[in-house]
């Protein structure tokens, strides 16, 4: 079943006065999520019960763990907890996803990933201690959301449990992270997540704190004072220095075949089922003053990167059918190089480091997004430190071969957007020669063609003549290769060098999950996804490969 | 070195395109530097009677003068292109033709190119010291007009790679010029190229049957959808045919002159008189034929299927509204019969999968032709012998004939039985070194060696005794 005509109305833009199933509470230097969720999900066809979620709730969710950073950036800690009774969460609703087509399913997980890992993201570094207030059952994607907080305590009333019965109830994984932050964040013993992990009915009390399921277990009469106690003692006051800013809406507008934002723009040509991802910067932007959130939700690095980050949201969900996309960059290289050395002299600022870090979290967006990259070096392009991530994000760079095309490094790609895997994208990029990667970033030097070209920074340098011809060939041989196999080229090939937790969980966990997604004791007729719910039981065919 | 149209004849607008010119600009020195070094030996500064295309129409593609050989203008000719053609077969059927190389099938459409454009050079390297045994200066000419010839077709097919596939069509450009005909190191692509064609039968036998073979695949490449490069071939085709005919001539006054001889001397050995026995031309046409059909790849071809489904190689004659009515060919089988557990089997292809089996086809069709004619020539001479063409199956290492054994009939036989006629069918070394022995140069105005009749006539209204080659090194 596809379902394009539904996905196509999601925004990614929300407000908490226009949330429908979280509530989102500051008091002071303490923040608290409420998990309240309204029966009617994004689409008709399934209820939201028992608190199951669907995009929509994870798009408030995802809403309020940035708002809390740059609104209210005087929060030092926040709490999720449910605002139903007897009940945290019981995850990702099961008829949502057995009613959504592949392609949905995937993207749905990846974005609820992302949003994982970004509280775990304002926990490490924006100082927003997230803890789970587990007030009732957590269950399957409602308890993989409690282990991406720092803290987990669970409310001993022999009834609520934390469990992750995907596997023997559904026949697929706990693919939020589940398994992998199970062993590799908690790390419970593997023997104990093993029995877990298939024990449908979960495990309660004094147990789940013993294998380290939860940081603790407090009775009913003083569960509530107990995480108030405690959140309390990690936000120590918060920072009061800390003035948030008003963080207003994209609402981009549609020209044709392109979405116009301020310094963004996408177009797609559906036929030829290539778009074209492009940013503008201004001639001139405003020196950070004394005060950097002074500068608000206008400032450039944060405006546009927040519209890159839409307009990618938007492809992956809106526009399966594109699969390839074309970066491009307009502006002079030099006001890029002087907007990052002035994030560089001010990187103590937080609401400078706070943008910094959401630059990152962009970058690991595309990382993470299943579409081939190009990025198009041009005249008039401005691929300089922060906007030459884009290319090297990108799975490979066209540069034009003409007087006055240059890229250029600054101290942004020397360890300020780290990749999944820990390294910069120049580190992963020459991962055999990290000689290589030191000179480079010392390099600070505008970069012509050639110059860039034996530095190992351009994929292929084509002079005035051949560049039309070698970038359309490229483009159209690419459109033609089978969509899947790109899909796993690229994840294989972007992420060289070290596993971490959060590389595990796009590529192992998030990969077998898909493949189970597809599977036939999953998705078929007599599957487990698909008789979930009916009076029926799965019938498996078990034959292991 | 300039780009210029009065040095390359063409009619690809060279003069405004300046990709082309970039292009050219290092290629054409390198193609002067390969000419030189591996063109024919010997004979580079003397004149030689030839012919040149100065333009595409009638007056201008056959212009003949006398021209030093590194002279020559080679040139770019693309038959006139048909602003309404439209795609003749294949999935793309009625589409208009591509005016540009589609990115999804640019690997094939190189694939393809670089293959058919590397046996250009090929055949020039391997007939490079065949000038010194010509047997007469009419017949060296000849050689001479072959080897510019397709010179010509590499400066073609390079044409389209570099106006085509830019900076990877310049690589594959360049490459053209670095391999070498039989090199152990960077050998030509295809094997029947990498072997020296040594003695003038051989030459006769290659222009009769491997230049067919290449007849064919021009004729299939120039129905593609691509239609850049089914201009290009049409017009090889047109020089392809003077190849052809020095081939079937060839061999055809060869024969004559055995004939001649056993008539005139019955029952003496034509050895004695510096002729080739019937037996060993018998050889050297099941040698060429067999060597040939192993050039059209195998019989039942997923390839060849690829590239008909994508209309980007069709069949000969596939949109001359009489050889094919079904230019999808989607449905349909080809029958064939090969071996299997030592018995001919019948198989079924299905017909995509079978496009270079019917191109192998129609070109025995046009080789028998060839053969009809030498034998009608036999029959009114008085002679019993004729000629015969080995059947598809013998001696064969590629496609679905390869696994097996087969005598010239196409019987399955055993391997031992194979090695133990081998000799009866093909021509052994001594046989080889005979044949070389009598190849003695003719160097007068209308002389021919004994093994060889001279034509009916000359070229272009000249006598025999004309002076096709003027020698001004000696
Ligand atoms: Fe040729
Ligand atoms: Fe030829």
Redesign the pocket.
Known sequence: METATQESLISFETHPSQYRHLRLEVEGPIARILIDNHEDGLRPGYQLKLNSYDLGVDIELADAIQRLRFEHPEVGSVLVTSAQEGVFSSGANIFMLGSSAHGFKVNFCKYTNETRLYMEDATEFSGQTYVAGLNGIASGGGYELPMACEEIYLIDDRRSAVALPEVPYLGVLPGTGGLTRLVDKRKVRRDRADVFSTLAEGIKGQRAKEWGLVDDVFPASTFDEKVNERLSELADGGYPNRKGISMDALTPVQEGDTLQYRHVSLTVNERDRVATLSMQVPDALPNIPENASDLGADWFPLRAFREWDDAILRLRFHYPEVGLVLFKTQGALEVVRDMDEQMEAHKEDWFVREVTLFMKRVFKRVDCTARSFFALIEEGSCFAGSLFEFALAADRIYMLEEEGVSVQLTNQNAGTFPMANGLTRLQTRFIGDPAHVETLVKRREMMDTETADDFGLVTVAADEIDWEDEVRLAVEERVSLSPDSLTGMEASLRFAGPETMETKIFGRLSAWQNWIFQRPNAVGEKGAITLYGQPVNPVFDFNRT | MSISSSSIPNNVDLESNRKLQKALVAWQPAFLEWWNDMGPRGYQQDDIYLRTAVSVDTSGWAHYDYVKMPDYRWGIFLTPSDPNRTIGFGDNKGKPVWNQVPGEYRKELRRLIVTQCDTEPA?VEQQRLLGDSAPSLYDMRNLFQ?NV??GR?LWAMVHLLHEYFGRDGREEAEDMLVRRSGSEDSPRILEAFNKPIDDWLAFFCF?MFT?RD?KFQLGGLAESAFDPLARATRFMLT??AH?LFVGDSGVSRTIRKTAELMLEHDGRDVRDFGAIPMSIIQKYINEWYSASQDLFGSEDSSNSANFFAASLKGRFGETDGKSYDDNVALEGCKELQWAENGVLTNHEIPLRRAMNLELADSYRRDCEKALNRWNLNLEKMGMEKRIYLPSNRFNRSVGVFGDAHYDTKGNVITADDFAKKKADWLPSQEEKDYVKSVMVPCRKPGEFAPWITPPRKGIKGNPLDFDYVCFNQR
Request: no cysteine; hydrophobic share 10%; proline share 0%.
């Open positions: 055949s072959v010839e397709e077709h222009t230049d290449g020089e392809e190849h």
